[in-house]
């Protein structure tokens, strides 16, 4: 039928405006980041030194800061997430069911802009204490070490890891979901505890779960208000959890505007180009693997025969 | 200890480690909603609704700009991102399975993921940098690829819910696929696809980031969308990271406000989800 094919190929061309827009994204970031790549090469990104006014750029404060402050944050909501997650899921009762799930999105729905100001006001001066009030023999280890400023690496993974939980425990209360309830049926009349079953399950589901504790680290690298607005944004690279430092969504939304000369700003557009890449492959490794997790429950199911403990 | 004792107490401490973890992440939403809510309402007043900024070191003033500005960037971005969302949404679940739809989708997944500044930058080398002129326009088109996503995705899964014997009626009364998809298919989908554009308006009505460098900022009233344009979370940011009392309190008030708007737009589409579901179930 003609019509039809008219029909099919006039939403196609507007739904393949989608796949064009992600990579007008990156075509567009190289363009705008060509004259940085060119002159920088890989030093850009193994180099310590980011003085504008002298015309150089290493950017590699900011892709420490980034990964430090998301994998600090990673470790703080992983647990958390995944708990949150069984409870909603396992544990409580069906009437509660509902208004946790609601509560938990209600974390997610907060603007940044919010985060970054209760950061700024509430959290901030919260951490300061916590840093004066650190025994000394602590404040002596790499980990501790710097003045109590408050603004810093642990106020920033502290808002990341708030702001990550919704996302990672709602994939993961998804994921959850998928495991046939026939197999914790057999783990509990094998004469499991609870935890084993739930243990078992979580087995199971082990790869989507992997896939949303990474589309947790994608958002946390990505993020830009919150931390910018407690990191400190000092372009230095320390082990100290309370030094101030900064990352690459942050240096951009701090500099941009100030980009005097094309080199400076495309130094930025650079950073931006690779943030880009990088939530993308982290991206794209999260959504295979939760594909794949909800596609083969039934081969699954017959490779996790029986990790339950007797 | 035996080991049957042993298992359940494990067991139990799992448990109760569960339900810690709910409350442990509760716990900062509770102190976030309290803290807006506590120091917002000092400065919110109606001059706050309805007054100019004022120069630095008068008090008083509101945020007019700024929620006018606002307003018209959700406008701009709507009218980029529901069209083609809407589009792309019935192409993913008409031609389900074919290999454009599948690559629709896992590019709709990917923009969803890529960060808001990321954004922001493409927004301003395609809109701001051609024109050497901030405008409202570019925040717009920012914020306007960000809705694209959630709405595509929203649409898709909602048409798909939709029963296959309105399709077959429609078609076996003659009507043209086009036909069959945009009078009976579309609308039979259509509050649930109003619910996810307010979903994605929620979301975006929050946006900082893409917005710094596109629609910048404007300390005038101004609704030309070739001119730079204040927006609430831009002036919330410029108030938080400022010395002075009286901003850092109409930040608050612009937080309490913003929260509110976005919190409303969730709950309201929320409700019309669950009422549908039971429509529908």
Known sequence: MRGEFGFRLAIGAVAILVVVLVAAIGVELTRQSWLSIQKFGLSFWTTHTWDPVAGEFGAFPFIWGTLYSSIVALIIATPIALGIAVFISELSPGWLKGPLIFLTELLAAIPSIVYGLWGIFVLVPAVRQLQVHTPEFLRALPLFSGPPLGLGMLAAALILAVMVIPFTSAIAREVLKTVPVAQREAAYALGATRFEAIRAAMFFARTGIIGAVMLGFGRALGETMAVTMVIGNTPQVSTSLFAPQHTMAAVIANEFTEASDRLYLNALVEIGLVLFFITLVVNAGSRLLIWAMSRTPARAARRVAAPVTT | ?281
């Not at chain 2, 500005?69 to 993913?92: E, F, W």
């Not at chain 2, 922001?120 to 717009?140: K, T």
């Not at chain 2, 996810?196 to 893409?210: D, H, K, N, Q, S």
């Open chain 2, 1 to 281: 200890m035996t080991r049957n004792a042993w298992r359940r107490l494990v067991s139990n401490l799992f448990v109760i480690a569960c339900g810690l973890s709910v409350l442990v992440a509760l716990l900062p939403l509770g102190m976030i909603l309290f803290f807006v809510v506590s120091q917002g309402v000092q400065a919110l007043n109606f001059e706050f609704f309805t007054a100019m900024p004022k120069p630095v070191g008068e008090p008083g003033g509101g945020m007019l700009n700024a929620f006018v500005g606002t307003l018209i960037l959700i406008g701009l971005a709507a009218l980029i991102a529901i069209p083609v969302g809407v589009i792309s949404g019935v192409y993913m679940s008409e031609y389900a399975g074919t290999r454009i739809a599948t690559a629709v989708r896992f590019a709709a997944d990917t923009l969803n993921g890529v960060p808001s500044i990321v954004i922001g930058i493409f927004a301003y080398g395609i809109a701001v940098l051609p024109f050497r002129q901030f405008s409202a326009l570019a925040g717009g088109l920012a914020l306007g690829v960000m809705m694209i996503p959630i709405i595509a995705r929203t649409t898709e899964e909602l048409l798909l819910l939709v029963p296959g014997s309105l399709r077959e009626g429609a078609l076996a009364l003659g009507a043209t696929r086009g036909r069959a998809v945009f009078s009976v298919i579309v609308p039979a989908a259509l509050p649930g696809i109003i619910t996810g554009i307010v979903l994605a308006v929620a979301r975006i009505a929050g946006e900082t980031a893409p917005l710094l460098f596109t629609s910048f900022n404007n300390q005038f009233f101004s609704t030309d969308i070739r001119q730079p344009m204040a927006s609430m979370t831009v002036q919330i940011f410029n108030y938080a990271t400022s010395a002075y009392d009286d901003w850092i309190r109409q930040a608050w008030a612009g937080a309490l406000v913003l929260v509110t708007f976005v919190l409303t737009c969730s709950l309201l589409a929320r409700l019309v989800t669950a009422r549908l579901q039971r429509l529908r179930g």
